[in-house]
Each structure stands twice: as structure tokens, then as C-alpha cells.
């Protein structure tokens, strides 16, 4: 299994023990990322605790996924400092499955001990997919190789799980039957977790907290105070959603005036 010692990655890419507060998984400090000219990450200041549910709103290109890939430490072009968890775990919008390994061979990867595929098999029948082990994950549909990868995430036991719009291409009853296991998955092994959507609804039914990214900073932070079960209908829950709206820049007045214009 992997080492679970906190790591600090920073602009030399250098992995080192550090101390951090025992509820404290990812603390982000003073994060740049500059692509030539452009700053797409301006000195981002983050933390996300143990066991809690983070949904990352933005434009497209407003530098999402930049950030993700910077707490997963696949940017090494990041300036500041960044200390998260080495027990940590991504899940993309393409599942990313060998095709020409099983799905247990997918989703024990690169896992040693002589129980990893025991491990495996457990986490399969937690996803529904108890009886896919020995298929090809072109057999697979959409929702199922999207199971699968979460698998092969959790599997791991992260102490971080980032996800970068992991139901973006899946159907609309599909993406409701993930959210619901996401969220009995989060329960039973309690990783603090980042998810990058563009989806607002997505972002309140499932997380504690919501950030807006924009222009490069961080322009909304704001908690998610509905009451269980989350419903859209909820005078707090359209409350809420209108007010992440307008800060994504988004007119719900004139999104929802569908009349023609008078002749």
C-alpha cells in the first residue's frame, strides 16, 4: 500500500515529511501556475479537512483542473506550497482502462501485498461490480468503466480522492446513480475529497463546501447548509444555486426567457 505521510510538494517537486494539523489533509499555500504570459492559478490559498467534501466550480479554462493536477502532484510547474496527503487517489472523466487487462487487473495496478487482488475484489462488489472482474473493460458501459476506476481509486484507501468531472460524459439517470454511490463510498472510507465539475447541481447535492474559481483566485468559498436529502426544490437549495450562478457569471433571467422576439 502506499505511505500515508503527509507530502509538500512545491515549485522543485521535492516530496519531504512535514507536520500539519491532524484534521488538515491539503493545505495550499501562495499557488501559482503560469503558462508563458498567462497566470491561470494567481496565489491560491486552500486547506481542505479530514473526511470533507469539496466541489470546485469555474469557467471553462478558469484553471480547475490546473489545481486538481497540482494537488495530485502532476504539475511540477507550480509555484508555492502545497502539502497534502501521500495516500491520494484520481479519478478523470475518461476512466483510463487498460484494455488489454482484466477489470480486477485494472483496478489492483500497480498494488503489491498477496491480498491486493482480495483487496480488488472487495471493492468491486462495493461498486456493483462484483461479477465484472474477469471482463474486458470494453465490455463495460460507460457507468460501469466509470465504477470501475472509482474502484481502482478507493482500492488504494486515499486520504485524498480528487475527481476531475468524473460523470461529465455519462447520461443524466446514470450520473444520479453514481452520485448516490460517491456518496455511500465517502461514508464507508471517509477521504477528504475534491471534485471539479461544471455542474452547479452536482456541486450541492454532494459536497460540504463549494469554491468558485475565477480569473485565477478563488472568488466564492461558501458552505452548504441544506438539510439531508438534498433536494432541488428546496427554497435553500435554489437560494444557493442562484447565488453560485451569478458568480459563474451566469444570467438566469435571460437563460430562462425563451420568448421570441416581438415582430
Known sequence: MLDHEPEVLDALDQPRPTVVDDRT???????????????????????????????????????????????????????????????????????????????????????????????????????????????????LSGGEAQRAA???????????????????????????????????LCARYTPAVLLVTHDVDEALLLADRVLVLTDGGISLDVPVEIATPRLRGDQAFISLRSRLLAELGVDEVAEGDHRKDDQ
Open 150 to 184: 472509482l474502484a481502482r481509486a478507493l482500492v488504494r484507501q486515499p486520504e485524498l480522492l480528487l475527481l476531475d468531472e468524473p460523470f461529465g460524459a455519462l447520461d443524466a439517470l446514470t450520473r444520479i446513480r453514481m452520485h448516490v454511490l460517491l456518496q455511500r
Open 25 to 139: 489533509v491539503v493545505r495550499a499555500t501562495s499557488v501559482t501556475r503560469r503558462f508563458g504570459d498567462r497566470v491561470v492559478l494567481d496565489d491560491i490559498d486552500l486547506e481542505i479537512r479530514k473526511g470533507e467534501f469539496v466541489a470546485l466550480l469555474g469557467r471553462s479554462g478558469s484553471g480547475k483542473s490546473t489545481l486538481l493536477r497540482a494537488l495530485a502532484g502532476l504539475d511540477t510547474g507550480v509555484e508555492g506550497r502545497i502539502t497534502v496527503p501521500a495516500a491520494r487517489s484520481v479519478v478523470f472523466q475518461d476512466p483510463r482502462l487498460l484494455p488489454w487487462s482484466t477489470v480486477l487487473d485494472n483496478v489492483v495496478l500497480g498494488l503489491k501485498g498477496a491480498d491486493a487482488r482480495d483487496q480488488g475484489r472487495e471493492v468491486l462488489d462495493e461498486v456493483g461490480l462484483g461479477g465484472h472482474g474477469d471482463a474486458w473493460p470494453k465490455t
